[in-house]
């Protein structure tokens, strides 16, 4: 199994929190850009060239929560 491959199993397993650094290189190999949020904001937002919707995900102390997993596993079809 390669490096991405585990990755992406991590984020489809959906645990209750995931670290935001894999969240954000899964959806950087899924072609999504992330935008940084402004004045001290915890809301980063993710878009993609093409697609209409945007993926808002929240880094609570350098963690992501399962509600956002879930959002981003329909997103990416990795249901």
Avoid: Q
Avoid at 6 to 12: E, F, M, P, V
Avoid at 29 to 34: A, D, I, R, S
């Amino acid at each position: 199994m390669t490096k991405r491959e585990k990755l992406i199993g991590k984020i489809r397993a959906r645990p209750p929190h995931a670290d935001f650094e894999d969240v954000r290189r899964v959806l950087d190999l899924y072609g999504w850009t992330m935008r940084a949020p402004r004045s001290g904001s915890s809301h980063y937002t993710f878009a993609k060239a093409g697609e209409p919707e945007i993926i808002t995900v929240v880094k609570h102390h350098g963690r992501v929560g399962r509600v956002y997993l879930d959002n981003i596993c329909e997103k990416l079809g990795l249901d």
